[in-house]
């Protein structure tokens, strides 16, 4: 398709701009101004707007498309938290209006939805505290890694290094090193699980702490969790739960009961909020009372005469983090969500996606290898190791593809060699897991009696397999 | 029985597949983990139905004031959204896709991608653009850390124009580094020459710097910049993307790093957010830049086609060697940017920053009439300027607002012994008459 660049036109434009000049400001001299316009294609409303109409019918969605992206929790977005989000009162708020004097009585809504979905994911957690402001999974990882080095350094604790499995997401290693700490990777054991013995020779004086997804990018739940926190608590570590995977047992696990002491939550997972394309997200942290001091500023309170307002006065936080609050929009989506799950939706939601990642791992079971002997929580491993000679994971992708599927998770984990990871999430109809169970069991024989075919695929999709070794040598990153 | 209103499976589905994977209830899903770690005590309220939720929601708020006349930008600007950004961006197959990995199936998310990092380029004269961070400011840091890596130095000089709210992310985000972090207090509004060549050493890896600064004061940073660069160092400088459709560009001063803030490229105020951080460089620095980058390329049969490009830096291959720790992009933001570009188009969106200029422009002749009121610096400004008032500024302000109008940010909040400045802000929806009534208001308080 043609580039928005490439139907441009001299002198059309989308927008009218009002003509009324109120001043002839031409204080300016003309070495503060820049030499040519910026070159911005022309073109009017109608073609913008065909333009991108059609540039998204290439896309598959979840609102077109079963999505059983391993991982990601790719689940139906409601159409009321749109709504919700999209009120004029809280779109047309200025973030520095409550920092003005007397400002915060402007903006008593939205320090309402902050303050009130703070104290709904502590207690869904079971942490004391939670900050609002990381902006994304992995911004709440640095943030907890940030208030892990201010709380070691505030005991005067020597911290080295922080110890995290071999089948965490690779942002947990990257935060912690922008966190400043060495990465201590523990190889998972035959169950999946991060191996317990390997673990307790790294564990020492200078562990500042251990990141654990639970249940593990395995789809396992680790039974020795409570051991390895006991473990980590006895050098004065600090035991982090990363969220990805809250999905499979929110509403029925409580991180901070199980004794971890900070977790980040994936909103745009666990809470449906929808995922953009890629983004924004948000990745609210929690904590449990020892860490309150360091959260970072400012905190949303609730005075003694029922107004909200922020607080800054916290001498060992870890400082700003964010600009403001958050992704203020995405937040209210995951208030208006779980204002309409309510405490039965809740462990209904996790209830169901588990069921269903159950269902299609049985299912698939005789074909493919699955990574668990027993039950998956909320999304299953399989390998691709069974599939005809000569064909591949990323073959079996692309055939989904052409079959009206986005492609499960693949090549992660990265312990799973071929690894296909697929997460069906709860808002899938069993008519629509068991054709897509149907069709990966289709083409599983297909690999066998023509590999072929599979190799072709996909054939229907707007273009075919791209040639990315092509794309990183040509570095061609802009329209010329 | 428990309902999900958005769980799919119907009672009788759901006993025929508990049955077929060998379990009687929910509850046998979960008997592999202990009963002990699990909990019943979850003190939230009963579920709403979505016209409950739509009432409550509405109903809170409407405790906001959101109807002020709003001059308080302060690097976030009111500006006027085309309702066509809405429209589009809204449609489902952009919003509820994720992360291209299967670039045959996102060739929509992928080829916006592409067109908005050829707009950011554009605007900045940069020769290439990733497809957005988070945010202005960890954009910034972003480019401070790459900077870093390039020079392999660990020493950063700021300058004290850059936002503060910038300034005191850096602060944190450094604290835990082996980063030596210093400010340059500005001169007469802008950045201090003679400072800047005292501090420039062969162990300054980065210089940052802001334009239009945060109290609105323009620069041609050439200078600066060249003798950044004359001591090996990297200068990253941070832009508000609207003054770029007048105002001299990075490019054209030759920064290596340009960041900046999106959120006046079609995105509503929202109480902070989502926004999205840009980021261009050179294409010398390419891969020491952080997040996703779309690269063009074809398919076996020659067609044009997008895929996420120069992955090896990222955390999921690199893990904690990664050139950072951002494995997301602002993708939606982004695409109500190139929108709301395209919208505009190269003459509009000239037009709509001469706007803003203009009326900065006039309420600058108004407000300085003012008896008492000075310009804190009497320099170039784009769309905003600080004034010192006779009084405290945050008491002005909070006067004001009792007559529905934000006059502006004090500027004291972040700047000690500034307690009587105030920063004014325009954009092209503030009229003729609502400068009017400010300067009228202003008068009438102090």
Redesign the interface.
């Known amino acids: 398709m043609k580039l928005i660049y490439e139907i441009s036109s001299k002198g059309r434009g989308g927008v009218r701009i009002p003509e009324d000049r109120i001043s002839e400001h031409d204080i300016i001299s003309k070495n503060l101004l820049r030499a040519a316009p910026a070159e911005l294609p022309e073109v009017s409303e109608s073609e913008v707007v065909r333009h991108y109409t059609k540039l998204s019918r290439l896309n598959y969605s979840v609102d077109t498309h079963f999505y059983p992206l391993g991982s990601c929790t790719m689940k139906h977005n409601p159409r009321a938290c749109e709504a919700a989000a999209s009120l004029p009162d809280l779109c047309d708020t200025h973030p520095l209006w409550p920092q003005l004097r007397h400002g915060g009585l402007l903006t008593q809504g939205s320090l309402q939805i902050l303050y009130s979905l703070e104290r709904m994911l502590s207690e869904i957690t079971g942490l004391a505290e939670f900050t609002l402001q990381p902006m994304a999974g992995s911004h709440g990882e640095l943030t907890a890694v940030m208030m892990m080095a201010a709380y070691h350094r505030d005991r005067g604790n020597k911290k080295t290094h922080i110890i995290i499995p071999d089948s965490a997401h690779g942002t947990n290693p990257a935060s912690a090193a922008l966190g400043g700490y060495a990465v201590v990777t523990i190889p998972s054991d035959a169950s999946g699980d991060m191996d317990i013995e390997l673990f307790k020779a790294a564990l020492n004086d200078e562990t500042a702490g251990v990141m654990l997804t639970l249940p593990s990018t395995l789809g396992v739940f680790n039974p020795k969790v409570k051991e390895i926190i006991k473990a980590v608590h006895a050098v004065d570590g600090l035991m982090y739960y990363d969220g990805a995977n809250f999905n499979a047992i929110m509403g029925r696990i409580k991180p901070g009961e199980l004794g971890f002491d900070l977790c980040h939550l994936n909103l745009h997972k666990s809470f449906s909020t929808p995922h953009g394309g890629g983004g924004p997200g948000t990745g609210p942290v929690g904590v449990c009372e020892k860490l309150r001091p360091y959260l970072p500023i400012s905190r949303v309170a609730k005075t003694k005469d029922g107004t909200y307002t922020l607080d800054y006065d916290f001498p060992k936080s870890i400082g700003y983090i964010a600009p403001f609050y958050g992704n203020f929009a995405i937040l209210v989506r995951a208030y208006a969500y779980l204002l309409m799950l309510g405490r039965d939706g809740l462990r209904a939601t996790s209830d169901r996606a588990v069921l269903n990642a159950n269902y299609v791992q049985e299912k698939l079971r005789p074909y493919f290898a699955a990574v668990t002997k027993g039950r998956c929580m909320h999304e299953c491993v399989f390998s691709g190791k069974t599939l005809g000679e000569g064909v591949h994971t990323l073959d079996l992708a692309k055939a989904l593809l052409d079959r009206g599927y986005h492609a499960p998770t693949i090549y992660f984990p990265l312990n799973v060699p071929e690894a296909i990871m697929i997460e069906p999430t709860e808002t899938e109809t069993r008519e629509t897991l068991d054709a897509f169970c149907k069709d990966m069991i289709e083409i599983f024989e297909l690999s066998k009696t023509n590999p072929e075919a599979v190799h072709a695929a996909p054939i229907t999709t707007p273009v075919g397999r791209l040639d990315e070794v092509a794309a990183a040598k040509n570095m061609e990153l802009t329209f010329q | 029985m428990?309902?999900?209103?958005?769980?799919?499976?119907?009672p009788d589905?759901?006993k025929?597949?508990?049955a077929?994977?060998g379990?009687k209830t929910?509850d046998d899903?979960?008997?592999?983990?202990?009963a002990e770690?699990?909990?019943d005590q979850?003190?939230?309220?009963?579920?709403?139905?979505?016209m409950e939720?739509?009432q409550?929601?509405?109903a809170?708020?409407?405790?906001?004031?959101?109807?002020?006349t709003?001059f308080?930008g302060?690097?976030?600007y009111?500006h006027f959204i085309?309702a066509?950004v809405n429209?589009?961006?809204?449609?489902?197959?952009?919003?509820?896709?994720?992360?291209?990995?299967?670039?045959?199936?996102?060739?929509?998310?992928l080829?916006?991608m592409?067109?908005y990092?050829?707009?950011i380029?554009?605007?900045t004269?940069m020769?290439?653009?990733n497809s957005?961070l988070?945010?202005?400011?960890?954009a910034l840091f972003e480019g401070m850390m790459m900077a870093l890596r390039i020079t392999k130095r660990n020493r950063v000089l700021v300058d004290e124009g850059v936002s503060p709210?910038?300034r005191?992310?850096l602060?944190?985000?450094t604290?835990?580094?082996?980063i030596e972090y210093r400010e340059v207090p500005l001169s007469g509004g802008v950045a201090d020459r003679a400072a800047f060549a005292k501090q420039l050493d062969g162990t300054v890896g980065a210089v940052l710097l802001q334009n239009p600064n945060f109290f609105g004061c323009?620069?041609?940073l050439t200078d600066v910049i060249a003798q950044a660069h004359g001591a090996g160092a990297i200068a990253v400088v941070s832009a508000y993307p609207i003054s770029?459709?007048?105002?001299?560009?990075p490019g054209?001063m030759d920064a290596d790093i340009v960041t900046g803030?999106g959120q006046s490229l079609g995105l509503?105020?929202?109480?902070?957010?989502?926004?999205?951080g840009f980021m261009a460089t050179k294409?010398k620095y390419?891969r020491n830049m952080p997040g996703?980058?779309?690269?063009?390329?074809?398919?076996?049969?020659g067609?044009?086609?997008?895929?996420l490009?120069?992955q090896?830096r990222?955390?999921?291959?690199?893990?904690?060697?990664?050139a950072?720790?951002?494995?997301?992009?602002?993708?939606?933001?982004a695409?109500r940017s190139?929108?709301y570009?395209?919208?505009?188009?190269?003459?509009?969106?000239?037009?709509?920053a001469r706007?803003c200029?203009?009326?900065?422009?006039?309420a600058?002749?108004r407000l300085k009439a003012i008896k008492g009121v000075e310009p804190l610096y009497d320099r170039?400004f784009f769309n905003e300027f600080a004034l010192k008032l006779p009084k405290d500024a945050?008491?002005v302000?909070?006067d004001l607002?009792s007559e529905g109008i934000?006059a502006g940010?004090?500027a004291g909040?972040y700047y000690p012994g500034m307690e009587n400045v105030l920063l004014c802000a325009f954009t092209?929806k503030r009229t003729?008459k609502e400068?009017d009534i400010l300067a009228a208001k202003l008068e009438s308080v102090l």
Not at chain 2, 175 to 178: I, P, Q, S, T
Not at chain 2, 244 to 249: D, I
């Open positions: 428990s309902i999900s209103p958005f769980a799919c499976t119907s589905d759901e025929a597949m508990l077929s994977i379990a929910f899903l979960f008997a592999h983990i202990p770690f699990q909990s979850f003190n939230l309220p009963e579920g709403l139905s979505e939720m739509m409550q929601i509405r809170i708020a409407r405790k906001n004031s959101s109807d002020l709003n308080c302060a690097g976030f009111d085309p066509a429209s589009l961006t809204s449609r489902g197959e952009f919003f509820t896709a994720y992360t291209p990995y299967q670039p045959e199936a996102a060739q929509g998310t080829q916006a592409f067109e990092q050829t707009a380029t554009r605007l004269n020769e290439v653009s957005s988070y945010d202005g400011g960890t709210i910038y005191t992310m602060c944190s985000y604290r835990n580094l082996k323009l620069d041609d770029l459709g007048v105002v001299k560009t054209e803030d509503p105020l929202s109480f902070g957010g989502p926004y999205l294409k390419v996703r980058i779309v690269g063009a390329t074809t398919d076996g049969q067609r044009r086609g997008y895929v490009t120069l090896a990222e955390q999921h291959i690199r893990r904690e060697k990664a950072s720790n951002i494995c997301t992009n602002m993708q939606l933001c695409l190139v929108v570009l395209s919208l505009l188009g190269k003459h509009g969106f000239t037009d709509v706007q200029m203009d009326r900065a422009g006039y600058w002749m170039p945050g008491e302000v909070s607002i934000a940010f004090p909040r092209e003729k400068i």
